[in-house]
């Protein structure tokens, strides 16, 4: 009944988290936690721990949010789900990648590859190369991550999973592209739009931003802006509203270089007004894309204007990331404490129940030698 009661409370938690209503996912989890934790319904508990993680993740509390997936792996590799794990080193995997920790994120993706030996699922493996892959781009060690990004589009082509297949396409020609082999980088996104062109065109965005960049870096800016304009038409079509920052930024960008002031300014402003409120990648080079404007306008005034604000906010930026990392440094501090707590807890259990088991076998052997003498006497 207990169990009941809290896997219920999971599931509706659940329900909600799926739907984004955070407050009642929030309360109906934290009810499940709190019986499961009280019953020691320990697959319940895991489960919840880790729902609660993604809670506070959307809240952008990654601190705690990491701290919730830490219990829940502690307590799926004590039960041996080993699926489960995999999960939440994953989900440790991307609270390390929004928190600019990619060494991090690898080293919890290589222990996914370790577990993967126990899991009978032929698609984790090719997406945890392809993530393993965006790590090593993103610390910028460019031949490493090719060498897993082929190794997840060797496995990949398999098991027909289509989105993955574009990313890593897309992957595969902006690594191109950062290796400076444009002309890879051109053969690999035209391939891709051929291929999927009439399967998946919101999937392909990436891919003509892609090109965009190739024939923006060739000098040949009428391409450059073709492209771009099918990628910022496709992100408003399927309402991809993440890639509006990359898209008016590129088309901002190529009428900057085409000496079309005032459609850069449109895209800039439009940018500015849209993000003024929110913290995001690449923000402030906004300011200094407006300072570079305004320059080329002859209006200097204006130009070192923005060029400060592109300064403090840089500078704030920096700072922020600093601090940052110091707060997860005593929060890593806190939890490497209590792990070592709940670890011995687990210890202490287990060592109870072999001292139970080697009880009941004593007792059942001596029953046994019991049973023997008595028979032997008889």
Do not use: W
């Not at 984004?20 to 709190?34: C, H, N, P, R, W």
């Not at 919890?108 to 892959?133: A, G, H, K, W």
């Not at 965009?212 to 990628?231: E, N, P």
């Amino acid at each position: 009944y207990r169990k009941g009661i809290a896997n219920a409370n999971l599931l509706i938690g659940t329900s909600y988290l799926l739907k984004e209503q955070l407050d009642s996912a929030t309360f109906y989890v934290g009810k499940a936690i709190k019986q499961a934790e009280a019953y020691k319904l320990e697959k319940i508990q895991g489960r919840a721990y880790s729902n609660y993680g993604i809670i506070l993740m959307y809240l952008g509390k990654l601190d705690s949010s990491e701290i919730y997936y830490h219990r829940a792996l502690i307590l799926d590799r004590k039960v041996k789900n080993y699926q489960g794990a995999f999960k939440r080193l994953n989900n440790l995997a991307t609270v390390a990648i929004l928190n600019d920790d990619y060494s991090m994120s690898l080293d919890y993706l290589f222990q996914c590859l370790e577990l993967s030996e126990f899991i009978e699922d032929p698609s984790l493996l090719p997406r945890t190369y392809s993530n393993i892959s965006s790590n090593y781009m993103s610390l910028g060690e460019y031949s490493k991550a090719l060498d897993y990004l082929k190794k997840s589009m060797k496995m990949g082509a398999q098991d027909g999973d289509f989105e993955l297949k574009i990313s890593n396409a897309n992957k595969l020609g902006d690594l191109y592209l950062k290796l400076g082999e444009l002309g890879k980088a051109q053969r690999t996104f035209i391939s891709t739009i051929n291929l999927y062109e009439d399967e998946g065109d919101c999937a392909l965005l990436e891919s003509h931003l892609g090109l965009s960049d190739v024939y923006f870096t060739l000098g040949a800016l009428d391409s450059a802006l073709f492209h771009a304009k099918i990628a910022h038409q496709t992100g408003q079509q399927c309402s991809f509203y993440h890639f509006t920052y990359q898209t008016q930024s590129q088309l901002a960008t190529i009428y900057l270089e085409l000496g079309e002031f005032s459609l850069a300014e449109n895209y800039l402003k439009s940018l500015l007004k849209s993000f003024s409120s929110m913290e995001m990648e690449g923000y402030h080079e906004l300011y200094l894309n407006l300072s570079i404007l305004y320059e080329k306008k002859g209006e200097y005034k204006e130009a070192l204007k923005f060029y400060k604000e592109f300064k403090t906010l840089q500078d704030s930026i920096f700072n922020k990331k600093n601090l940052r990392a110091l707060s997860r440094l005593e929060l890593t501090k806190e939890f490497t404490a209590e792990k070592k707590i709940l670890l011995a807890q687990q210890e202490a259990q287990e060592k109870i129940l072999e001292e139970q088991v080697a009880h009941e076998t004593q007792t059942r052997n001596f029953v046994l030698i019991g049973l023997l003498l008595l028979l032997v006497a008889l």
